[in-house]
């Protein structure tokens, strides 16, 4: 049975499925993949298939090797350092302009995200909790209103989520994430630049140091 997609969206939906089946490491790191195999998978023709690896490619997601396939990298501390370090103040400026530039049906969504997020951490739901955090990250960016800070800031995002959904600790990680998300978003609803900026920071120096005790906790590189 063919996906019901329009023609125009199947690609937006390749890319969506595929990001899950890596955040979730239902394609395991360091594991080749063929775009035949994902096609089956997703039930999708070469075209949609092909289009979202090449945006996956420019996120990092994943590395197309011709003639031998698709490779899922693998997940590292030092990887994810290196991405918090440059994320750490390509994010301020993001909420920075967020606060300053965000309209109020912007606005309007973001108290709801940040709710939901709240809701969803004490319920546990992790598909449901990466769907909102990545659509409170696409919010960010487009409140920014800049497309040259959306380039810079969304792989960064999305690979730092996938190693921290490899390694969170369930019964207090989302708890603190969503809280650190949900501060960001209040202070720019309040039109508070500073006040998103220190939160921002906050968020960043909480992934980094999830990053160093999780591993060290689990020393299991994927």
């Given at each position: 049975?063919?996906?019901?997609?329009?023609?125009?969206?199947?690609?937006?939906?390749?890319?969506?499925?595929?990001?899950?089946?890596?955040?979730?490491?239902?394609?395991?790191?360091?594991?080749?993949?063929?775009?035949?195999?994902?096609?089956?998978?997703?039930?999708?023709?070469?075209t949609p298939v092909r289009e979202a690896l090449q945006r996956l490619s420019y996120e990092g997601m994943v590395e197309i090797h011709p003639r031998r396939g698709i490779?899922?990298?693998?997940?590292?501390?030092?990887?994810?350092?290196?991405?918090?370090?440059?994320?750490?103040?390509?994010?301020?400026?993001?909420?920075?302009?967020?606060?300053?530039?965000?309209?109020e049906a912007q606005k309007k969504r973001m108290v709801e995200m940040g709710k939901e997020l709240i809701e969803c951490a004490n319920n546990q739901d992790d598909h449901q909790f990466a769907e909102l955090l990545k659509n409170i990250h696409l919010i960010l960016v487009e409140a920014a209103n800049n497309e040259y800070l959306q380039l810079a800031i969304i792989p960064l995002q999305g690979l730092s989520r996938r190693f921290w959904f490899a390694y969170k600790n369930q019964n207090s990680d989302?708890?603190?994430?969503?809280?650190?998300?949900?501060?960001?978003?209040?202070?720019?609803?309040?039109?508070?630049?500073?006040?998103?900026?220190?939160?921002a920071y906050e968020l960043n120096d909480y992934l980094s140091h999830m990053a160093h005790n999780t591993v060290k906790m689990s020393p299991k590189t994927f």
């Open positions: 049975m063919t996906v019901n997609i329009d023609a125009a969206n199947k690609a937006e939906y390749a890319y969506h499925k595929i990001e899950k089946l890596i955040v979730f490491r239902e394609l395991t790191p360091g594991s080749m993949i063929s775009e035949k195999q994902l096609c089956e998978r997703l039930d999708l023709g070469r490779m899922v990298p693998m997940i590292s501390l030092e990887t994810q350092l290196k991405i918090l370090e440059v994320r750490r103040d390509i994010e301020a400026l993001c909420v920075k302009f967020a606060a300053m530039r965000a309209s989302l708890k603190m994430a969503a809280r650190c998300h949900s501060k960001i978003l209040k202070h720019i609803v309040y039109a508070d630049a500073l006040g998103a900026i220190q939160a």
